[in-house]
């Protein structure tokens, strides 16, 4: 019906541009980070290496437009402009729904989290870890259970994706990864929303600790984006699971509480370095844990106020890119057979 | 040149066969799969409910399907529109398609009238701009009124089909897929809903649709496909192939 809804120059030139200028702001904060790492000496090709590549597949993206060729990118930004209109209207509904028949509507997205930060606080904080000589236990703690709670809500919800759409899926034809999709987007706006709550409690609780924000909170989009694809990836796999056997829900739940156990979330990686047998392989679960180290990013940006390591953007990627994978690889496989199932 | 465009093929189905796997259980659960596993009772019944189904529908036409129950119309229906993926044959469509398979089925029962409007618009792969230029012309046919701000699960039946219809029907698309002409409402709508089926399936719309009503085959069909247990008995003109099944 409507081809090209798109400019396809117009993106590239946005995602170039993006490019640069969000380049240069990482560089300019994450300089000290850069500096210490094996790639300093080559980092400024690399940046723009990079850049070279982006701009080059752009003008070869433009090029086959004009051909009437597809490739991989074409095809992905034309599905993209077909469902938007589609997913913009699920993701509402999810929202909307969430909040239809409470009083205070989406204010609860960022009163929820700040109630619960209050209560695991006053539990952890006063009772737990008091003797604990952590600098900024509070902070600590709130992030990390503001990340964790994102992961767990994200997953949870996007597990009943495609058997809550039954009716659809049998009815409809629409391309079935929207669904996960738009109910990782629709949660994830929730996440979003609960770090407003989470920066507000750091301003404040900064004033009387003495901890400022610092401009390494402009990284916290780039955690946030690798941190939501491997959400995403989760969520392919959960979902389709989901649809063959319903037990996953049930054990779903015993399965995070044991990845939030194996999380520092409430207890400092320290504790943990005891030196005995029991504490290394906990050291090694912990650091193999991928939340770990989303978890451990946000906190080096709020509390350090610095960028963490250039190995942690690349565990951090990494994790990313292989659930996103494994997810696809998942969901491809099995999405044929959703409809003889549900 | 309009010959020649009657002649181009809009939907060509290829030696379509369609298996289902009918387990004794359905099974949805581990624990239920891996004892019954250790039975060793884990064997499927296997069904073709489609063999070897070949045919072709041109642009403009408009092709009835006609069988028994359990013929396999609804499943030929639902691997036409995409929804099924057939265990072997292809489908080639040429064209944009809106299947009429159940009206409303993608409501949400918390959103008001206006908010489904176009929640279920983006599910039939209409654009926003479409919507909103038709919204209009879509509340003034459902009749609702000011009910169109009320949460939908206020409404009654009649109401539910009137806006699901209203909906379905107010895009042209190039292919309509029908499962049973639908006449909804009382007795004023239901007219007024088979007038709009009919001046869609006569305005150059290529139509597929399944009844069991003869009469309307009779009126509406230039051409007539027969499935009986799967597979395409006869084929051809309407009032030959219905002929042929009324016997």
């Known amino acids: ?342 | 040149m309009e010959n020649k465009q009657e002649q181009e093929v809009i939907i060509s189905v290829e030696h379509v066969g369609m298996q289902f796997r009918m387990s004794n259980d359905r099974i949805s659960s581990i624990k239920e799969m891996v004892t019954q596993m250790l039975r060793g009772k884990l064997k499927y019944n296997e069904f073709w409910a489609l063999k070897d189904v070949s045919f072709q529908v041109h642009r403009g036409e408009v092709v009835g399907i006609i069988g028994r129950n359990g013929a396999g119309k609804s499943t030929i229906l639902k691997i036409i529109s995409g929804i099924l993926k057939p265990t072997c044959g292809t489908v080639k469509r040429g064209g944009n398609i809106v299947p009429m398979l159940e009206l409303g089925s993608g409501f949400d029962y918390d959103l008001t009238g206006r908010e489904n409007i176009f929640l279920n618009g983006a599910i039939l792969g209409y654009s926003k701009e479409f919507l909103m230029g038709k919204y209009d012309e879509i509340l003034a046919f459902s009749e609702l009124g000011e009910f169109i701000e009320m949460p939908i699960r206020n409404y009654s039946s009649g109401m539910l089909m009137r806006l699901a219809f209203s909906i379905a029907t107010v895009v042209n698309p190039e292919i309509l897929i029908v499962d049973e002409i639908l006449a909804v409402g009382d007795e004023n709508f239901q007219r007024k809903s088979r007038a709009r089926m009919m001046e869609l399936m006569s305005g150059g719309t290529t139509v597929l649709f399944v009844s069991h009503n003869m009469d309307q085959i009779r009126e509406m069909c230039n051409r007539v496909v027969w499935l009986e247990s799967g597979v395409v008995h006869l084929e051809g003109e309407t009032a030959k192939v219905c002929d042929a099944y009324r016997i």
């Open chain 1, 1 to 342: 019906m409507n081809k090209h809804k798109y400019n396809l120059q117009k993106i590239v030139w946005a995602v170039c541009a993006g490019y640069l200028v969000y380049g240069a702001i990482f560089s300019l904060i994450a300089w000290e980070a850069i500096r210490q790492s094996r790639i300093a000496s080559i980092y400024s090709v690399l940046f723009l290496a990079v850049g070279g590549v982006i701009a080059g597949y752009g003008a070869k993206l433009v090029h086959y437009e004009k051909r009437g060729k597809t490739c991989w990118g074409l095809s992905l930004i034309h599905t993209a402009s077909k469902y938007e209109f589609l997913i913009e209207q699920l993701v509402s509904r999810d929202f909307k729904v969430k909040y239809k028949r409470s009083i205070l509507g989406v204010f609860w997205s960022f009163l929820n989290p700040l109630m619960m930060m209050v209560v695991q606080y006053v539990v952890f904080a006063n009772f737990f870890f008091r003797g604990s000589d952590m600098k900024h236990y509070a902070i600590y703690l709130l992030a990390g259970i503001v990340m964790f709670n994102g992961f767990n809500d994200c997953t949870t919800q996007a597990m009943r994706a495609i058997t809550s759409n039954a009716t659809l899926i049998t009815k409809v034809y629409v391309p079935k990864y929207i669904y996960p999709i738009t109910k990782v987007m629709s949660a994830s706006l929730n996440v979003i929303l609960s770090l407003v709550p989470l920066i507000l409690v750091t301003v404040v609780y900064g004033l009387f600790n003495n901890l400022y924000l610092k401009p390494s909170i402009l990284l916290l989009p780039i955690v946030l984006v690798m941190f939501l694809f491997f959400i995403m990836g989760i969520a392919f796999i959960v979902s389709s699971l989901m649809v063959f056997f319903h037990d996953i829900e049930f054990l779903w739940g015993v399965l995070t509480t044991m990845w939030m156990y194996a999380t520092p979330i409430i207890y400092p990686v320290s504790m943990l370095q005891t030196g005995s047998r029991l504490g290394n392989i906990a050291l090694a679960v912990v650091n193999i844990n991928p939340l770990t180290h989303y978890v451990n990013f946000v906190r080096d940006i709020l509390i350090n106020g610095c960028s963490p390591a250039l190995s942690e953007y690349g565990i951090c990627f990494a994790w990313a890119a292989v659930s996103m994978l494994a997810g696809i690889a998942v969901f491809r496989k099995t999405q044929d057979k959703f409809v003889l199932y549900i």
